[in-house]
């Protein structure tokens, strides 16, 4: 077995033909490239795509122009770039592949979720150079048997701290800054609770369709794509305790603490859960076909474009208040935002005329931006509320969220990916959801896309 040069690292792609690598994964990727402290890394493609390693360069420069900045440190490592065709799920092609790669090995499975474990399963044969690193993409598993199956088979692979379950809203900056906005001053903390906290909208709506993604998006739907995943970790940071440090250790126990005490709201799915799918419409100039008439999807399979689901969160601090999770595809705007709704002053005095909504706290992923809507009196009438917004913008941060997460990836630092467990109890959590809704007791509404969805959303 060869030993990796630990200064030395290669990451291989597996997928590289696909859409989260193109859009996403490479420009993450040219943008840590081009800091001063970025790693030494060679760059290996793989995927079923007849390519050469010409076309893959082509592909890697392409996605990296649109991050790059001016450095030259990018572009000399996609000149470097090599390709090779391969169905990762065949244990002697893994072999092959490994084999290629020089230094320390950083596997990225940019695949379909069911790809990704039969490459995992072969990987079993192919034996791992040590310090190899294994980077899963959300979904992890398709539900929480199989996340259990997939974590028992990693673990026989490499130690959990040589596994990197990437959520890349974890590396979005506004995710992390919830962090600071909670935990280093002394405004909102104090008021985080149930004493002053009426609900918590965590709502993730795009004009994005389906986007030719099919074949991974029919199999998985809002639910599992967005809502398990994603939204499900930002909630964590929400509503977890405070950590006394931000050492990975410490704020993944957190976070699994406060998930484990998750469960959907009066457990039952019917009435806190809905599902919908978009029918054709036009979203600016963009007249798009119904869901169901998309090429690859099987209209049959009822896969969902947008979810609701409303959880509980069983501790002292949230008892009572209603965390509202909402995704949705085709919509008419973006609103990308969690929303922490306040309770009503215990008494305002009379006299003081005009309240009609309550106090806001905005946190919003794109733009990124924290924004307070407060009842204050008004610039006219002393004696009439007006509510102000008291605003602040994040900034996109140093890195975008795949950089940032690609970053920990290559330090070996577990702090934004996802621990083994909690992966786990995020299915856990949509379980009972996924249950119902395969038995047909929650019907699958339908919205014109460009629309605003079903109405009676669950989110205010
Ligand atoms: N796209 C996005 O916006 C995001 C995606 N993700 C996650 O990334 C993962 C991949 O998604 P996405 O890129 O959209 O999916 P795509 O379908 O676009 O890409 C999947 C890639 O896997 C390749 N592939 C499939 N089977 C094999 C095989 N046996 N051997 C080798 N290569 C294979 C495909 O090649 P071929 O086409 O030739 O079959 C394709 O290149 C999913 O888990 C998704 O949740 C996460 C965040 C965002
Ligand atoms: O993981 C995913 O995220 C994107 C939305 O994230 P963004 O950072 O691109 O806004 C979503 O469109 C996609 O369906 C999902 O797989």
Redesign the pocket.
């Given at each position: 077995m060869m030993t990796p040069d630990p200064g030395r690292q290669t990451l291989l792609i597996?997928?590289?033909?696909?859409?989260?690598?193109a859009?996403?994964l490479l420009p993450g990727l040219a943008a840590l490239l081009a800091t001063p402290d970025a790693p030494d890394l060679s760059l290996v493609g793989?995927?079923?795509?007849d390519w050469d390693d010409q076309r893959w360069r082509r592909r890697v420069h392409d996605s990296f122009a649109t991050a790059a900045g001016g450095s030259a440190r990018p572009a000399a490592v996609a000149d470097q770039a090599r390709y090779l065709r391969?169905?990762?799920?065949q244990e002697q092609e893994l072999r092959r592949l490994l084999d290629s790669c020089p230094g320390r090995v950083v596997i990225y499975f940019?695949?379909?979720?069911a790809?990704?474990v039969a490459a995992c399963a072969a990987l079993r044969g192919a034996e791992l150079r040590p310090g190899t690193r294994l980077v899963l993409?959300?979904?992890f598993g398709t539900d929480a048997a199989g996340a259990r199956a997939l974590n028992e088979m990693l673990a026989r692979l490499v130690p959990e701290d040589q596994i990197h379950r990437v959520d890349?809203f974890l590396g979005k900056s506004t995710v992390l800054n919830i962090l600071g906005l909670r935990f280093a001053n002394r405004i909102f903390e104090p008021v985080l609770n149930n004493a002053h906290v009426a609900g918590v909208d965590i709502v993730f709506d795009e004009d994005l369709a389906l986007e030719g993604?099919a074949?991974?998006y029919d199999h998985?739907g809002a639910l599992r794509?967005m809502v398990q995943s994603h939204l499900l970790q930002v909630m964590a940071l929400l509503a977890m305790e405070a950590p006394p440090s931000l050492d990975a250790r410490e704020l993944r126990d957190r976070k699994a603490e406060v998930l484990r005490a998750t469960r959907l709201w009066d457990d039952d799915p019917a009435v806190t859960s809905r599902r919908a799918r978009y029918t054709a419409g036009t979203i600016g100039d963009r007249r798009l076909p119904a869901y169901a008439d998309e090429p690859g999807v099987e209209a049959a399979r009822q896969t969902e474009t947008l979810a609701e689901i409303v959880l509980a969160v069983d501790n002292w601090r949230w008892a009572g208040v209603p965390f509202r999770l909402r995704s949705g595809k085709a919509l008419a705007g973006r609103r990308k935002e969690a929303v922490v709704t306040f309770r009503q002053p215990p008494h305002v005095p009379d006299g003081l005329r005009g309240y009609e909504q309550p106090d806001r706290l905005r946190i919003g992923f794109g733009p990124d931006q924290v924004r307070l809507d407060v009842n204050v009196n008004g610039p006219d009438d002393p004696y009439v509320i007006d509510p102000v917004t008291l605003s602040a913008d994040f900034g996109p941060g140093e890195l975008p969220p795949y950089g940032e997460v690609l970053r920990g990836v290559f330090d070996g630092d577990p702090t934004l990916s996802v621990r083994g467990d909690t992966a786990e109890q995020c299915w856990r959590i949509v379980e009972p959801v996924l249950t119902s809704w395969q038995g047909g007791a929650v019907p699958l509404l339908e919205y014109p896309a460009g629309s605003a969805g079903p109405g009676d959303s669950l989110v205010s």
């Open positions: 597996l997928g590289a033909s696909g859409d989260l690598t859009r996403l793989a995927g079923m795509e391969a169905d990762v799920t940019a695949l379909p979720p790809v990704t993409e959300k979904p890349h993604r074949g991974y998985a794509d």
